[in-house]
């Protein structure tokens, strides 16, 4: 069985840019969770999507955004990127929902912001 | 703001001996804990998981949940230099998501 599938594994944007982060869950799973890794923050919620709809939304300001498609395939937008995006960005997908069982973790999209 | 908190380490055992590693969560309402493994340069795998107050035994690997304390433990027996990474503590929140821990660094040395 397939893992959880990241692209890209890593990016180099300017200030201002913006970027779109795509993830494929383990078949079968109906849940995607992002979450943004940063050596001083740690694991941090982005958002959760579970059947197509956002569930709930982590404490991020309105330039990170998601979706996510009927094939439970995800992605991950942030627009006007700032230094301070710069960080590992983790996928992870679920059978259930994202709280109550096993999350499994792509190897992550490294984001470097200029 | 719900938290979990964890020592960051480094917590440094020598070969064969127990590691501990505790955690701390402020939701009194979390019902499901976890404990991911994260190598340097890999991504957080999932080693246990409790739901109930007490232990939870899986081979080296020892979970204990208090809820009345807010504490969650992880015990390793039998230390292996393999076993170095860092440790994350997560709780179920009450929204759907996980709520992790910075993270303890497990030092092994042979």
């Known amino acids: 069985k397939a893992g959880v599938t990241q692209t890209p594994r890593y990016l180099i944007k300017t200030r201002g840019q913006q970027v779109t982060l795509s993830c494929s869950p383990i078949?079968?799973?109906?849940?995607v969770s992002w979450y943004q890794q940063t050596p001083g923050q740690g694991l941090q919620f982005l958002f959760e999507?579970?059947?197509?709809?956002?569930?709930n939304k982590g404490n991020f300001p309105g330039r990170f955004s998601g979706r996510q498609f009927s094939n439970s395939r995800s992605e991950m937008n942030v627009s006007t990127l700032e230094l301070g995006d710069s960080a590992l960005y983790l996928c992870?997908?679920?059978?259930?929902?994202?709280?109550?069982?096993?999350?499994?973790f792509g190897e992550g999209s490294r984001l470097t912001v200029l | 703001q719900k938290e979990v908190e964890q020592n960051s380490g480094p917590l440094s055992v020598p070969e064969g001996a127990i590691a501990s590693l505790n955690c701390t969560y402020s939701d009194r309402g979390s019902q499901s804990f976890f404990w991911y493994r994260q190598y340097s340069g890999k991504s957080p795998e999932l080693i246990m998981f409790i739901y109930s107050n007490g232990d939870k035994e899986d081979g080296r690997f020892t979970a204990q949940l208090n809820k009345a304390s807010q504490y969650v433990s992880l015990l390793i027996r039998d230390s292996q230099p393999s076993d170095s990474a860092t440790y994350l503590c997560?709780?179920?929140?009450?929204?759907?998501?996980?709520?992790f821990g910075k993270g303890t660094k497990l030092s092994v040395k042979p």
């Open positions: 078949s079968g799973h109906r849940s």
């Open positions: 992870a997908s679920s059978e259930g929902r994202g709280n109550t069982g096993e999350l499994f």
């Open positions: 997560a709780v179920g929140g009450s929204q759907g998501n996980l709520i």
């Open positions: 999507y579970f059947s197509e709809t956002q569930r």
